[in-house]
């Protein structure tokens, strides 16, 4: 069963919808422990405002995943009924949603599909004790969380294969252009970090709105700090009207984007201008130029064909975040059962489930599972993604 609202509407509405819904029949499905009745899977995404090019793919994939469970028997027995919210790409759409699924009793939460969102429901997660799996990047969603996980590597680690990459190619200073959001915040402190070893400097920062449409000043700064390299740190569409700013101005200097543009969206919008970038991403958008011998390629090779299969167009990056968080949870619940202690403390030692995104080996320290090996280089080249060789 499937449901897909808008955050904020009030709680009678969503109890008479609950209700005309047939989902009444049992008051106490959803609660802790409760071994009867559906499972009651939650989904909080960005289905609409300036992540939607995240959240409609995320939504997909839950939607398909959710059906080919159920036609499968469910887990245990048990039907799995998806309730999704959509946050408007908002915190406080965001924080009203994770509320609303707190009320509802769901056993499980995912999302959010971006930082914002996703560190305003991290609070009310823990407060609540909700395990929750956010679909975002900024480590600071998991960092000192006890019931909080997440899909998507870490920032820390996609500028890790940045100053690697750097490395190779002997640059020294980079400009950085970042979107202005919480999906940013922190990435030229990190970046700075992890450079400092290696005589690695960040020489400018601009900023950008997440749906900034105009970015001619910033490019201008860019241009004229004349570092060795430049990153782009955002999400499509307006990581891609930066990229075509930039070779619009005729800037020369070697580009890099950070894994947030891992979609069709990014190509559509950025056009020819993409060519030559140089981006860490997960091994999806590359799967048929991987080796047989990459462990992630069966499953990267299935999920293709049911997308596919389901919705004539490719999967996203974002799409396999949302893939992960639902085999996780369902990884869970098969083994546990729906008691959320149970649950928490099964994804805490996750050791060696092979997802979309990366293998995941979770630790009380780490809820995200993922190292630097969970990205590898790709560039585009005629308004393809091609796998960068290894040296």
Not at 24 to 38: L, M, N, Q
């Amino acid at each position: 069963m499937l449901r897909i609202r808008r955050a904020g509407v009030v709680a009678a509405t969503a109890a008479l919808m609950i209700m005309t819904a047939g989902c009444a029949e049992k008051e106490t499905a959803g609660d802790s422990g409760t071994s009867s009745g559906p499972i009651r899977i939650g989904a909080v995404l960005d289905i609409t405002g300036a992540g939607a090019s995240l959240g409609v793919p995320e939504r997909k994939t839950l939607e398909l995943l959710a059906k080919q469970l159920n036609d499968a028997g469910g887990i245990n027995g048990r039907k799995v009924e998806l309730i999704i919210e959509d946050n408007q790409s908002t915190e406080d759409g965001a924080a009203k949603a994770m509320n609303e699924m707190v009320s509802k009793k769901v056993d499980i939460v995912l999302g959010a599909s971006r930082t914002g969102p996703s560190l305003a429901m991290r609070a009310i997660a823990e407060s609540a004790k909700m395990p929750m799996i956010s679909l975002a990047a900024n480590v600071r969603i998991v960092d000192g969380a006890t019931w909080v996980f997440k899909t998507a590597q870490n920032d820390s680690v996609v500028l890790e294969n940045i100053i690697d990459y750097a490395r190779s190619k002997g640059w020294k200073t980079i400009g950085l252009l970042r979107d202005a959001s919480g999906y940013g915040e922190g990435v030229a402190e990190t970046l700075t970090e992890l450079g400092k070893p290696h005589g690695i400097t960040v020489s400018q920062v601009e900023k950008f709105a997440p749906d900034a449409t105009d970015f001619t000043a910033q490019m201008i700064n860019i241009r004229n700090a004349n570092a060795d390299v430049n990153l782009i740190w955002g999400i499509p569409p307006a990581a891609a009207l930066a990229q075509k700013s930039y070779r619009q101005l005729g800037i020369t200097t070697p580009l890099l984007q950070s894994h947030g543009i891992g979609n069709q969206v990014f190509l559509d919008t950025a056009g020819d201008s993409a060519d030559g970038l140089v981006a860490p991403l997960g091994r999806l958008l590359v799967a048929d130029q991987l080796p047989d011998s990459d462990p992630q390629k069966a499953v990267l090779t299935k999920f293709l064909a049911d997308y596919r299969a389901a919705y004539n167009e490719d999967p996203s990056t974002f799409a396999g975040h949302a893939w992960d968080a639902f085999q996780l949870a369902v990884e869970a619940f098969k083994a546990v059962g729906t008691d959320k202690q149970k649950v928490r403390d099964y994804l805490e030692q996750v050791n060696g489930f092979v997802g979309v995104t990366g293998v995941y080996r979770m630790t009380p320290k780490d809820h995200s599972g993922l190292g630097k090996d969970a990205l590898v280089l790709v560039t585009v080249s005629g308004g393809k993604w091609q796998l960068l060789p290894t040296s």
